[in-house]
């Protein structure tokens, strides 16, 4: 836009030409600030959530929607069913413009055509019956073997069809995670040769006690373990790595079947064949108020939400968990507590930015906790003084040991009682905190966080007789 426009000004993503402007937003800054605009324009379309895309019509009259509908950048016709759906009911009349003629390479390039074979980049979804027309009773969930599923082209190319557009953030390395990884299972939802839905699974966790311990202090990160490691150092269970889990990467039905149960049926069929390799299963995802409601309904629930939002998706993560046999129902209770007890806490503070229909959901979630510290905050808080562990993953028993220890402060240096003062007592901001103790960034403010409260137990000790 800057080299068409003369005299026009650029900084920061922001253009500046006479009275027009063109600035660029992020997905979640821009509903998050709802800046006025004559015109909203959205590249790749298709890489937001279609929540995200229906809130857009809400607020910005005239909106230009341009989205590759093909291969990894777009989801393909899943996209273009759901989203159409959408804009006949927000706008009627609206306009379909399509490109046909490549932009950069030749029409019928001979390797553009062996790359979209080589990396399924050329899937597109099965055409499915009705479904008046399938017959529930004869619907099977088979476990996929993946030596005949590379013999099989077309069931190949169905199934990453599924896979594509039920995850906007599909990337080839995926398909070479699908094919290889043997920690990957592969279910499939067939009725006779068409394959109505998918999950994968990813087998993680079964470390040894001292690996365990090591993530949980913020040592080790295992790569692929997203679950494991997410319950052991995120939710505070030294032990869950210990534990095998399935943890459910994808679950993806056919857009034109989707709302029928065929999911809920998928995925109860998958739990009950798991139970054989794992204690748990779990999930995590960008969570609004109704896929929480679909995992609650299988049985699932909360134990972690992510601190930040995915500024794609404009979500925090969610991660839910269901134990399988009595080790998973021990880790689960110990991290689903937690959560509970914690999560008041959160609202007001990393989690504040959720959106009002999530925080409506959260608050039968929250259970009221005793203002005393018990063995598990001590330990808690010994896990940010003397490990790794966030500030924010263990911030209740700190704001609890601040709250009935506050007498103990007056001995600490000053430094130390402001960065108390600042990031717990009044609950500033990060950024804040660092300009008022003028620390160089977050990680010196959070060092000296972590001093001060070593310091607060050295006096809480010494004024206690030991």
């Known amino acids: 836009a800057q080299r068409v426009c003369a005299n026009a000004s650029l900084s920061h993503g922001h253009l500046i030409s006479g009275q027009a402007s063109l600035q660029f937003r992020a997905p979640d800054a821009l509903l998050l600030e709802k800046p006025s605009a004559d015109l909203l324009l959205v590249d790749e379309a298709s890489a937001i959530p279609v929540q995200l895309l229906e809130q857009f019509l809400q607020f910005y009259p005239m909106v230009v929607f341009a989205s590759t509908v093909h291969g990894y950048e777009g ?5 273009a069913l759901k989203f159409s759906k959408i804009l006949d009911a927000n706008r009627p ?5 399509k490109m046909e003629m490549p932009v950069r390479w030749a029409q019928g390039d001979p390797v553009e055509a062996w790359i979209d074979k080589l990396l399924c980049l050329d899937t597109e979804l099965q055409n499915v019956p009705d ?9 099977s969930v088979q476990l996929i073997d993946r030596g005949q599923l590379l013999k099989n082209d077309s069931q190949l190319s169905a199934l990453f069809a599924l896979l594509v557009n039920a995850h906007y953030r599909t990337q080839p390395s995926d398909l070479q995670h699908l094919m290889d990884d043997p ?8 009725y ?6 998918a999950i994968l699974i990813n087998e993680e966790g079964g470390f040894d006690k001292d690996l365990s311990e090591k993530i949980y202090k913020g040592e080790r990160r295992p790569a692929g373990n997203l679950l494991a490691q997410t319950l052991t150092f995120h939710a505070g269970c030294k032990a869950a790595a210990t534990q095998k889990y399935a943890r459910i990467m994808r679950i993806a039905i056919h857009p034109e079947l989707q709302g029928n149960g065929l999911g809920s049926q998928l995925l ?3 739990i009950r064949r798991e139970r054989q390799y794992v204690s748990s299963v779990g999930a995590s995802f960008g969570a609004t108020v109704d896929l929480v409601r679909f995992w609650q309904t299988a049985g699932f629930e909360l134990v972690r939400m992510g601190f930040t939002r995915d500024h794609a998706s404009g979500t925090h993560s969610a991660v839910m968990h269901k134990p399988l046999n009595e080790q998973g129902e021990i880790i689960h209770k110990e991290v689903r507590g937690r959560f509970r007890r914690y999560l008041a806490a959160w609202m007001t503070g990393p989690l504040n930015d959720l959106s009002p229909e999530m925080k409506l959901h959260l608050q039968k979630e929250q259970q009221t906790d005793e203002k005393m510290l018990t063995t598990d905050d001590w330990n808690e808080i010994e896990s940010f003084t003397y490990s790794s562990r966030s500030y924010e ?8 040991l601040v709250q009935l220890h506050a007498a103990n402060m007056d001995n600490l240096p000053l430094k130390d009682r402001q960065v108390i003062q600042s990031r717990i007592m009044e609950q500033n901001s990060w950024a804040d905190t660092v300009r ?16 001060a409260i070593n310091l607060l137990l050295i006096e809480i000790k010494a004024n206690s007789g030991g």
């Open 131 to 139: 479904i008046d027309a399938i017959d529930r009773d004869k619907c």
């Open 192 to 197: 006779q040769d068409y394959i109505l839905g």
């Open 393 to 400: 993953a263990v911030m209740w028993p700190i704001i609890k």
């Open 183 to 190: 920690d990957v299972r592969v279910y499939t939802l067939k």
């Open 436 to 451: 008022l103790i003028n620390a160089s960034g977050k990680a010196e403010a959070l060092q000296c966080l972590r001093q």
């Open 75 to 79: 989801t393909g016709r899943g996209f």
């Open 93 to 97: 009349g609206w306009q379909l413009f």
């Open 268 to 270: 109860h069929d998958v």
